[in-house]
């Protein structure tokens, strides 16, 4: 079971392969979303400086938020009460809720784990809570989310062997809390709609961790889909790309296999090379608050007084709302006038960079091409980067 | 002269009357504005958190920018060599810029006013400059706005007549040698359009050195329009009232008038009753940031914790983006966590609230209600803003 109703509320339509690479079609209550697929983070149910206006002419189909930020701020119950995550944040597409897992072990302080849950203390007040598994179960079906995450254990991304089984033995046993908490729980009545459980497959870069948790994981229910988590936490590249080739391996290859945490565009694209279907984070949006734009010949910095007086956009090739109408020059300008319009052009034309950048992978598999595509683009990607730097 | 072409250029059709309130549509190079008109206030070439986009969605027709702050950043020359104001924020509707005469006596430091111009320190990084009604005419040139104010000597509110009548006089001298600077400069090739150059009537709360004023600046060229200054800097209400009856009374009627820097929803509405046109402020904006929203019933604060739970708009008869989407509850969570869309969407919802008040104020003009329906618009929102405070 992975929440009443979630059978049939959620499908993945595939509809085409290239090598590893898939195209296809999740669908949820909400409606579908064309995979591969770049998420837009909104932490605290708001991607930061957009709207889901400019979220949805950047052709953003998905949205994630946060239980752990929500629960400490405004409050899962209040926004159950305000009907849930959809209705409070205008936004009526798919929504995924992070459980938050990550964010116990990474903002808060003084956590002990046990079997039975963490105790840590609020980055926000300093006061002292508890995750358990039940608790987390609770706060994402008050938030209303087509996709919740399980409750894991989290560890830095060179944890040894030990520490990484010690782990992901114990998201499994959560695993299953998670999965029998979550069918206790009747759904509250504002959301009416089905939501699905995600597991999370963790094991840090150890290959046999990986593989004993997808196997485990695989064999507790018909899951709607799978969470590949502490990946992108330190560890080498070499190594994520090697666990993905593993996990993905012996993943159910019918089903959407999400990349957690892992956005940046070259990241994007190798992940989609090793069969990953679902992708977040919160790098277009912070990176363009601090006044970085991607583009198809790397990562550029607006305040570079180079850029005084460049009239041309951002990226040359992007039909995005910020390249369509404003110079380099100009939001240089209020970059260094701490204007606020600067990084919400920044942020928007890096959430719809890698909402176009999915786009492309999704033509070139369907026409066979995704092999030369990808590599083409980021041989490009690489090359010029030393420019921008 | 008020600058080549800008007699056919500029036209302003009166369709309306209602005591002293006016309907019409001032015409401009990049087209026409409805008025009575508010302005929303881009100083640094952006109105603060939103794009033309938002402005355009809002119904906002003419926006501001400002010489004495572009001169400083980025640069009216850069200005120019970007291709002008239009053309650099990406907003193909109408431009006025304010000279700076009001930033130079606000803003800046140790500013010495001489017969010849003002000496003043930069508010930015302390370097001396000095301003002449040449130099802001070539500076407004650069920028390329469709209506550029002349340079003035602005004074506190409460000037006594000595005062008052120094700066007034030399301002009216200054005019003069705006309007002869601005026919020596001929327009930067980027522009391509004509542009109006506007006197500033001056004169304190003394009513004699306003009529002054208004006659001799009405008899030095066939201005386009009139901006009105030194009001809302200090003064009590009724004085300001006073003197725009005074002012209004003596102003050719065929010309539009321009309130400067006054944008509170009450003003707008006193001031459209005494016969003004166009209207400016940064107080939507500025409100927005700090959580405060116009509403029909007065000023709300969204951060009070009475709005933790209200599932209202934050006025009810708004169809702004802000109020057809999203709750006071949920705007509120996103100011308490410092979440930067709280403030766009106030900042959205003020620019539309003026917006709107405004197109009531022309259909009840044009009814003939006017006298009626400003005076219940004013009773409502004074009435009920102590439940607001």
């Known amino acids: 079971m992975t929440g009443e109703g979630a059978g049939a509320a959620f499908a993945f339509d595939i509809d085409g392969r290239d090598g590893d690479a ?18 837009a ?12 206006g400019d979220l949805t002419r950047a ?39 992070d459980s938050g897992g990550f ?22 007040d300093g006061s002292i809570r508890r995750f358990t598994p039940e608790l987390v179960m609770a706060i994402e079906r008050n938030l209303g989310a087509d996709v919740v995450m399980q409750f894991d254990h989290v560890i830095p991304g060179q944890s040894d062997a030990a520490t990484a089984r010690d782990a992901s033995e114990r ?5 299953q809390r998670c999965l029998d908490a979550f069918a206790d729980i009747t759904p509250p009545p504002p959301h009416g709609h089905a939501q699905a459980l995600f597991p999370i497959v963790q094991g840090g870069i150890h290959p046999e961790l990986r593989l004993e948790a ?43 296999r999400y990349l957690m945490g892992v956005g940046f565009p070259e990241d994007l694209v190798e992940g989609v090379r090793r069969g990953v279907d679902l992708f977040d984070c919160v790098a277009p949006t912070r990176m363009g608050r601090n006044g970085a734009a991607f ?43 701490d204007e606020m319009l600067g990084l919400r052009l920044l942020s928007l034309h890096n959430v719809h960079f890698l909402v176009a950048l999915m786009r492309s992978a999704r033509d070139a598999i369907g026409n066979g091409t995704f092999g030369a595509w990808s590599q083409r683009w980021l041989d490009r990607y690489h090359s010029r980067s030393s420019t921008y730097a």
């Open 22 to 39: 898939r195209r296809g079609v999740f669908t949820t209550p909400h409606g579908r979303v064309d995979t591969p697929a770049f998420m």
């Open 41 to 52: 983070v909104g932490t605290l149910a708001t991607v930061k400086s957009l709207d889901p």
């Open 59 to 97: 052709g953003a189909q998905m949205i994630l938020a946060n239980a752990y930020h929500l629960h400490l701020r405004p409050g899962d119950e209040l926004v159950r009460d305000l009907g849930g995550l959809h209705r409070s944040m205008g936004w009526n597409g798919p929504i995924l809720t």
């Open 103 to 124: 964010q116990v072990f990474s903002l808060a302080t003084l956590r002990t784990v046990d079997e039975d849950g963490v105790d840590f203390r609020s980055h926000l």
């Open 171 to 175: 998201s499994i046993r959560w695993l």
């Open 214 to 256: 997808a196997k485990a994981i695989g064999g507790m229910s018909d899951w709607r889909g799978f969470g590949i988590g502490g990946l992108s936490v330190g560890e080498a590249k070499p190594d994520m790309y090697r666990i993905l080739e593993i996990v993905n391996d012996v993943l159910p290859r019918e089903r959407p």
């Open 295 to 337: 583009t198809s010949d790397g990562r550029l910095n607006i305040k570079r007084a180079e850029y005084r007086t460049d009239q041309r956009p951002l990226d040359e090739g992007c039909a995005c709302a910020a390249c369509t109408r404003f110079t380099r020059a100009y939001i240089r300008h209020l970059f260094v006038s």
